[in-house]
């Protein structure tokens, strides 16, 4: 289960209120690339994709947070009834599958912390969680930009970025623009 795009769109709206900053940009660009991408690839839903890009980010609602973001994101939609934009919201930001190559403070507890470590271990990724694991690295506030780019910001910003997950991005890339039979910055019109 998801929410309707109305809906999703009222809840953004409403979690941006509680903490305003760049992350709304952000969450609306990956949604948009998410849907075009979608639409792009035979058997997916676009609106579906718009949808759970424009969630996977909605912790940020609960403040300033690293890891807490996945943790209140994914907690937060369970409770609305919303699995499928839950597991969206705790999958973005693992795209190897697991805790190691998250970039960022852990600032939840070691019991939190586990509940992920659990989620993961069980979570077999599919085309919605890889879509904006990619669609995360290819979008900023400002728009679409290249990920290699956008992966050195994240660098430069955290001090580091492993290169699994780097080249696993582009993993990422590759897959949609088989399944698309296009370059992704053709489908999505990169900005930068």
């Known amino acids: 289960m998801y929410p309707t795009r109305q809906k999703a769109e009222q809840l953004l709206a409403e979690a941006a209120k509680c903490n305003p900053g760049p992350w709304e940009n952000h969450s609306r660009n990956v949604a948009q690339c998410a849907e075009k991408i979608a639409a792009a690839c035979q058997g997916m839903d676009a609106d579906k994709a718009y949808v759970v890009g424009l969630l996977h980010d909605i912790g940020r609602k609960f403040g300033v947070k690293h890891l807490g973001h996945v943790y209140d994101?994914?907690?937060y939609m369970l409770e609305l009834k919303y699995d499928e934009a839950a597991r969206i919201c705790l999958s973005h930001s693992f795209n190897e599958g697991d805790?190691?190559?998250y970039i960022g403070n852990f600032d939840i507890t070691e019991?939190?912390?586990?509940?992920?470590r659990q989620a993961l271990s069980v979570m077999s990724f599919d085309d919605y969680d890889r879509l904006i694991q990619l669609c995360d690295s290819l979008a900023a506030a400002e728009g679409v930009v290249d990920m290699e780019e956008r992966m050195?910001?994240?660098k430069r910003r955290y001090g580091s970025y492993p290169q699994s997950k780097w080249d696993k991005n582009m993993e990422l890339k590759a897959y949609f623009e088989q399944k698309?039979?296009?370059d992704i910055y053709d489908i999505v019109g990169k900005t930068w």
């Open 180 to 182: 698309a039979g296009e």
């Open 73 to 75: 994101g994914w907690k």
């Open 111 to 116: 019991e939190q912390t586990e509940e992920i």
């Open 99 to 101: 805790l190691k190559g």
């Open 152 to 154: 050195n910001d994240v």
